[in-house]
């Protein structure tokens, strides 16, 4: 079982390269869709972990939230502000590391969209993160985040292969292409990606290499429950289908408090 490797959208695996995320990006729809829904749902304060240009900051500004993106990235940040003042929104915008970051104020929901969980290696690393989002959560916030479904036949192609990712115009008008290659690494669950850009006449001019941890089903509830959260909701996909083998993402919507009770039905 597993989804079609074509089928992956790229935008995730670019780390923190500005310029490029923004320039060959085509936006995922569903997932603007998907986000802005649950939050115009779940509450007025809305904070972006991981927010990068505001690619759904912004949208979800949009909507009447009060949103705050918080990123490691300067040049990622002065992308996404000059495209607030652009789109005419007032967004919080916060340069801060989500490991350790401390707002001093709470919010009716998080997001950490874009597969942006799976940039962080190790799991101490993770459970402080978590243990920050928990911080920042009001007592009945909810924390919404996707990861990619792990694609074995992904992580296993030969190393030595390079596969087509994607081509654009730059900004000297000239036809890059973009290929990658990986390695997976099975004692630390991170892949290893290297992208190869080029034009006609210089290959490969530049050279981005990034990693992403993988999470695997069990795993990643696994890691939930220890650190005191509740699933609320797995979906597989942006269109709100259920998590099943073949999902291409594990779309977390999460909470801090107990899942609701049902009453028990007795006999007789
Ligand atoms: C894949 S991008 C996702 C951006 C956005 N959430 C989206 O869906 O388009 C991951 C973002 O996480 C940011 N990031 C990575 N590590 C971070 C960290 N430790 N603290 C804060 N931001 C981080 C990167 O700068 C980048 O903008």
Redesign the pocket.
């Known amino acids: 079982m597993g989804y079609p490797m074509t089928k992956q959208p790229f935008?995730?695996r670019?780390?923190?390269n500005s310029f490029t995320?923004d320039h060959i990006y085509n936006p995922d729809e569903a997932?603007v869709k998907f986000y802005t829904q649950l939050a115009s749902r779940h509450g007025h304060s809305i904070l972006?972990?991981?927010?990068?240009?505001g690619?759904?900051t912004i949208p979800l500004a949009k909507q009447g939230l009060k949103v705050t993106g918080?990123?490691?990235?300067p040049s990622?940040l002065d992308i996404a502000v000059t495209k607030s003042q652009a789109a005419g929104v007032k967004i919080g915008w916060i340069e801060?590391?989500?490991?350790d970051f401390n707002l001093k104020q709470q919010f009716d929901m998080i997001i950490?969209?874009?597969?942006?969980l799976q940039?962080?290696e190790n799991i101490d690393q993770i459970e402080q993160c978590l243990e920050r989002v928990k911080k920042h959560l009001k007592p009945k916030g909810v924390f919404v985040f996707d990861i990619y479904n792990p694609s074995l036949p992904l992580l296993c192609r030969d190393p030595e292969e390079r596969y087509y990712v994607t081509s654009y115009i730059d900004a000297f008008n000239r036809e890059v292409t973009v290929e990658e290659n990986n390695i997976y690494d099975t004692v630390t669950q991170i892949n290893h990606i290297t992208w190869y850009y080029s034009v006609d006449d210089t290959p490969d001019y530049k050279v981005d290499v990034l990693k992403m941890r993988q999470f695997f089903p069990q795993e990643i509830r696994h890691i939930l429950k220890k650190n005191g959260w509740t699933i609320d909701h797995c979906f597989g996909d942006f269109n709100g289908n259920r998590f099943s083998s073949d999902s291409p993402r594990q779309i977390f919507m999460v909470k801090t408090g107990k899942k609701s009770k049902w009453p028990r039905v007795r006999n007789g």
């Open positions: 935008r995730a670019i780390a923190d995320y997932a972006d972990l991981g927010c990068g240009s690619y759904l918080l990123d490691i990235s990622m801060e590391n989500f490991i950490m969209s874009g597969c942006t940039y962080i």
